[in-house]
């Protein structure tokens, strides 16, 4: 099949896994929700997830600050108000009250939950070697939530430049794979 160069500035867009989340976090008794998509898995038991949480971001200084979070995931029902959280800063803004998402209790950690998200984990952070280096954060998670009766969550996977990949079909390859 014949290709043609992609830009480097766009290889993000074929590799970057998804979904989006967002990602809450508070300190001395304000809270912010802002999107994430560079993520990754980095161990299934206990879970670790490494992130970028860029340091222009106010959510960096309530994250270093706390050294909690938590990573919310958002279905594309709610897509406008996760770009909304994207376009401003917790800095200036109570994204909460101005995009209507509903702040829940967690257990673990004192960010809020987003009653709109269809899973939340509730994250420490335990590794800030890379932080320094590329904003790079590994968190724990400590508590996970899911509603049950999600079993085919249309989640939102950033393609660049406002394009957003839906989740959709399940397909089920089990007895394929060893
Ligand atoms: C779809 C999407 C994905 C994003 N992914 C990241 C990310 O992985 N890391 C990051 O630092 N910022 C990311 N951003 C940018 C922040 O969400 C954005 O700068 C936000 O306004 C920061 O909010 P804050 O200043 O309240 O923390 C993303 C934005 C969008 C819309």
């Known amino acids: ?16 896994p998804g979904p989006v989340v967002l ?6 008794g304000k809270s912010n929700v802002m999107p994430m998509s560079w993520h990754s898995m980095l161990e299934f038991e206990p879970p670790l997830i490494g992130c970028v949480i860029s340091d222009r971001n106010h959510s960096y200084g ?15 029902d709610i897509a406008d108000k996760v770009v909304g959280c994207g376009n401003t800063t917790g800095a200036k803004t ?4 101005r995009f ?20 939340s984990l509730e994250c420490r952070v335990v590794d800030t070697s890379m932080v ?11 508590k996970a ?15 660049g430049r406002g394009r957003f ?10 007895s394929r794979m060893k």
């Open 94 to 97: 109570d994204k909460f009250k």
């Open 1 to 16: 099949m014949p290709k043609k160069p992609l830009s480097l500035a766009k290889v993000y867009t074929l590799i970057e």
């Open 132 to 142: 320094k280096k590329y904003s790079f954060f590994v968190l724990r998670v400590l």
């Open 23 to 28: 990602l809450t976090t508070a300190a001395a």
């Open 100 to 119: 209507g998402l509903t702040p829940g209790p967690a257990t673990a950690v004192a960010a809020p939950l987003i009653e709109e998200c269809f899973a």
């Open 145 to 159: 939530w899911v509603e049950t009766p999600l079993k085919h969550p249309r989640t939102m996977h950033h393609r």
């Open 62 to 76: 309530l994250l270093a600050a706390s050294k909690e979070c938590a990573i919310n995931i958002p279905t594309a």
């Open 165 to 174: 990949m839906l989740a959709g079909e399940t397909i089920k390859l089990r």
